[in-house]
DNA sequence: CCTTCAATGTGAGATTTTGCACAATGACCG
DNA sequence: CGGTCATTGTGCAAAATCTCACATTGAAGG
């Protein structure tokens, strides 16, 4: 019989790529998953990967032989979410995926709050560009702006949250509209939401700065440099800031929240996931 | 992330109830599987089984686990199963199972013939009462006399076989038919169609044998003891046995052919498939 | 063409895991 | 009621596995 524990560094790699970002993922060396697949090619009578010195790629049989076992890596995260699922109690680890400002300026700041009514929950909060899987157990609880579509997550709107265009009071008042300086996102946001909005307010009109940080742009904004379309939690608390008004639409974003169904009546998510609702409230 | 091979043992001693049995079922120490099942329950954060000192129970929680972890393993036998699949040629290892005395009087005369057209195939032939799980991967190929009704099996019918009385020719010139000792199965076997039949048979007359193992009758039948009913193939071939013509309608059993769906293609089992068929034609 | 860098390969020491042997438990059976 | 037997618990030595460190490879960018 072969060791599970070999189908799953195999699974890994399959999925990563790279014996590296395999090893990373499982948390174990580089040589330790070289050598587990090598143990399951032996298991199977099968050659698995091709090694090479700059990565390493599937063969054949490899595809076939993973594609069958992905449905075991699904089972296994399922074994995961129900060992979580039957703890009882409010006590436990409940992991929150959520765009990073939002982490840092919605949640973090009332996060003492939920301490304080279930001093039993730890939270891990992780803001990340790319979306925490739930699947995979990457995160217990997410936060997403568009509606996720993966199967099997629970799914609720919270809410919504406006964008304005904001500066410095002292740069706003010297500037004329038609002269306004603009702040805007780098390529890999020009098709989010508040950058095609941002793009028909500007018009013929100059963009100075382009960056992916949006604490980058406040600082620019607060700073005078120009105009920055930030989201109203940033922007309206922000005392160095004053929204322009545009004739446009003013932008909307709805908010999100994702969990899994097998997860979904697990009490300390349940009370995280009522947090979450408050947080957007306020 | 807890170790795959933590939750193989755990579903192991789920299934075959103790730790001993489990150990034995994955060729390890007992104390091996106690010691993972332990760091599951550690990396749970769950009691998952009662250790008693003469059996092992799950608790509450163990069974919900197992519950969901059976998936997990029906996907680590499909990995098995695809990995074998993906073995071209018409070399490789094909267990066997079929009834015991089938397997020694009908097909273990004739592997020669299987191991001079293929020898690249290895056979593993297993006789016993129990039928071997193809879906566990016990055994590649079964031999069952009753229509196989297990999930994702192709199942085809290879032919029948007859029973007979017999005797020794000396015991039976000697003997009045309403004076025949007779020989039959145990308890164990009373509800089998030869064990029916042959009581249909015997009516008032005498059982002075009862055993278990078909060898054994035949050794007591060839020694005058009285006479037994056996498969033709048994019987017809015995010198010492010949056969006692009844007015009751003769007894004759099929012979199934049953092979995992995924396992069905692969060269070396097709090739067994073939001959097993080829055993019973003669 | 050269530098850089992340990836893979390889050996040795350290850690972990395993098997073994023996003790203890408690159910079954006469 | 006592013997029997398969099962579980435990400590220790052996074996297997992992990590670490260093060497090597080859693609990407200047």
Redesign the interface.
Known sequence: ?????D??HFITLAREGTLSAAARS??VDHATVARRVAALEES???KLVDRRSRATSLTA?GK??AE??I??EE??F???R??QA??PGLDGDVTISAPPNFASSVIAPQLVRLRSQHPGIRIKLIGEKRRASLGRREADVALRLMRPVEAGLFVRKLGSFGFSLYGSPAYLEKTAPHALAFIGYDASMATSPQEVWLRGIIGEREVVLRTNDLETQVAAARSGLGVAALPHYLGDSDPGLKRFAVAQKPLSRDVWLAVHRDLRQVPAVRAVMEFLANCLRS
Not at 1 to 5: H, K
């Open positions: 019989m072969t060791d599970w524990e189908l799953h499982l948390g199977t009578g099968l049989d076939r032989i069958v076992a449905p075991m089972a296994a399922a074994v995961g129900a060992a039957t703890k």
